[in-house]
């Protein structure tokens, strides 16, 4: 359906990058290497991680939000403490409830 020399990019993090690559002709083309470099190009970070559902930053935040929603349920806080209480613990950005509104 496209072009020769079409790019195939994704940013998700719950359909399995290996998954995508096996639905195109030339899997062996969806390379790490080529993302690094253009990442450290750019002036990007690179954290690397297995194929995973999640992969590394989504698999350790579902967890955080998950416990501050049930802090929050069972009345141990309320939203802004417990977003606070993150906020200058740990200093995240936002707390775990904010960024739940933000994803």
Do not use: W
């Amino acid at each position: 359906v496209t072009r020769v020399g079409t790019i195939l990019a994704s940013n998700t993090s719950s359909i399995s990058i290996t998954r995508i690559a096996s639905a195109t002709s030339k899997p062996h083309r969806v390379t790490y290497e080529s993302a690094r470099s253009l990442a450290q190009h750019l002036g990007k970070s690179v954290c690397v991680s297995m194929d995973r559902p999640g992969f590394l930053v989504y698999r350790l935040l579902m967890p955080l939000i998950n416990e501050a929603f049930f802090l929050l349920s069972e009345g141990v806080g309320t939203a802004e403490d417990i977003d606070r209480s993150m906020r200058l613990g740990t200093n995240m950005q936002s707390g775990p409830l904010r960024t739940a509104d933000n994803i």
